[in-house]
């Protein structure tokens, strides 16, 4: 039996093997819950998603996992098994690697939005340290074409995630936020943007 790895909100993701290769399996079950036509496009439509801005994260220089296969009709995507841990764990189990780590996750959200992809849900979970750095895993509520709207709420996000999964880590989230602004090409207008959707989010 496949070995089940996570199961979240959405989808089962197991241990698999493609062609001989270590990968895993994230599929994307069906939700009783919801109108069996929407559910349907909702799953197709994630699992697309999820698969195309991985590849195109990728071809931007960001480690992300190689996809092996995508089933739509099961919305599922196999992909490659990245080795290593989710940065969350290394964090709560390592605190001493926190300021190196911050350094790699700022420059890679930057390599990924200075290409105008969007994650969409970066928490510390959905990153795995391995050995080229930091892999971004989870793509399925990002988007291409991102405009700075999109971008200050990821990074609103990420701040609200990283400081609320990692209490006291708050320089090290400084470190982070300003490796990010150093490596984007508009920085003031996306500190801006962060700022007004702080400010948003603070009065309504
Ligand atoms: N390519 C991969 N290699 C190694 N581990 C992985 C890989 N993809 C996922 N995982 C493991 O499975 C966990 C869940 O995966 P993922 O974050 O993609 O799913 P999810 O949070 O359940 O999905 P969603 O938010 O889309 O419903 C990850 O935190 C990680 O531990
Ligand atoms: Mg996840």
């Known amino acids: 039996m496949e070995n089940e790895v996570a199961r979240g909100a959405e989808a089962v993701v197991t241990d698999s093997e493609y062609i001989g290769r270590a990968a895993v399996c994230k599929t994307r079950p069906p939700k009783g819950y919801r109108f069996p036509e929407l559910d349907s496009r909702l799953r197709m439509s994630r699992t697309r998603n999820e698969a195309k801005l991985m590849h195109e994260a990728k071809n931007a220089g960001v480690r992300t996992p190689c996809i092996y296969d995508v089933d739509l009709s099961e919305c599922r995507i196999t992909m490659e098994r990245v080795e290593g841990r989710t940065v969350k764990d290394v964090l709560e189990s390592n605190p001493e ?43 399925s509520m990002g988007c291409g074409n991102a ?23 708050e320089s090290e989230f400084s470190t982070l936020i300003e490796t990010y602004y150093d490596g984007i090409p508009d920085s003031k207008a996306i500190r801006k943007k962060v700022e007004d959707i702080r400010n948003r989010c603070r009065y309504t």
């Open 97 to 139: 690697m926190a300021s190196g780590i911050s350094v790699m996750i700022g420059a890679t959200v930057a390599r990924l939005h200075s290409a105008r992809i969007c994650h969409g849900d970066l928490t510390t979970s959905n990153m795995i340290l391995c050995d080229e750095g930091i892999c971004l895993i989870d793509f």
């Open 147 to 169: 405009t700075e709207e999109d971008m200050g709420v990821d990074i609103r996000l990420l701040e609200r995630a990283f400081t609320s999964a990692h209490p006291g880590m």
